[in-house]
């Protein structure tokens, strides 16, 4: 009920490729899906977030699919570049507790 | 500049040492949380504080204390220190209700502590 799961746990993309990642959530009170990033040594930094009444978000290269029905989201990353390589958590929290609960988190690497 | 800090930045300590680290932030922020990183298990919270006097527990809280005297400060205490407690630890910060009120979390940069 308070995982939230989060595959791959490591992926290599191309430069240029499109980098997917995927999590899912079994508690529905879950009102908050935020996607943080994670350079080498640095604390985390929100990257992008959705709330549940849309079904997706996109900020530049960065876009969040939701799907309610299945409890799933995604973040894709178009264009992906070097830079992008990181370590990335998704993320989903519920008002009625102030509970927040991280999954655990994909390594991205981007081949130049 | 707005900003959290984490002191100390890295500690090695021995196994029942008293150890304290502060976190500090001056962008007035209402909500605090400490969290513990570690390799395959991502972020989990370990206490939060959504405003002075006011702490709860997080997902894994056990051999760690917190106090809320002031807004600006959220420090954790490890009474008796353990190896199982070695990891990379985050203070955060959030205005408003938290992150759970849709509001982002301001990371600092991370204490790594290792308990021989």
């Known amino acids: 009920q308070q995982q939230v799961k989060q595959s791959p746990q490591s992926l290599i993309v191309q430069k240029g490729g499109i980098s997917i990642i995927n999590c899912a959530y079994e508690n529905t009170a879950f009102d908050y899906f935020p996607w943080y990033q994670q350079f080498p040594g640095k604390g985390p930094a929100l990257l992008i977030a959705i709330r549940p009444d849309v079904s997706e978000k996109k900020e530049g290269r960065f876009t969040i699919s939701f799907n309610k029905s299945a409890k799933q989201f995604s973040l894709h990353i178009m264009d992906s570049q070097p830079g992008d390589s990181a370590t990335y958590f998704c993320a989903a929290s519920r008002r009625r507790d102030d509970k927040i609960i991280f999954g655990k988190g994909t390594r991205l690497h981007i081949l130049p | 500049e707005a900003q959290v800090t984490q002191n100390p930045r890295y500690l090695i300590t021995v196994t029942g040492k008293k150890l304290t680290v502060t976190c500090s932030q001056n962008?007035?922020?209402?909500?605090m949380s400490w969290y513990r990183q570690d390799p395959g298990l991502g972020l989990r919270q370990i206490y939060y504080s959504m405003n002075v006097e006011v702490t709860d527990k997080g997902d894994v809280p056990e051999g760690y204390k917190v106090s809320r005297k002031e807004k600006r400060n959220f420090p954790l205490i490890l009474e008796s220190p353990s190896p199982n407690q070695t990891s990379l630890y985050f203070c955060?910060?959030?205005?408003?209700?938290?992150?759970?009120?849709?509001?982002?979390?301001?990371f600092g940069p991370g204490t790594r502590l290792t308990v021989l």
């Open positions: 955060a910060t959030s205005p408003g209700g938290g992150p759970s009120s849709y509001n982002e979390q301001f």
């Open positions: 962008m007035n922020h209402e909500y």
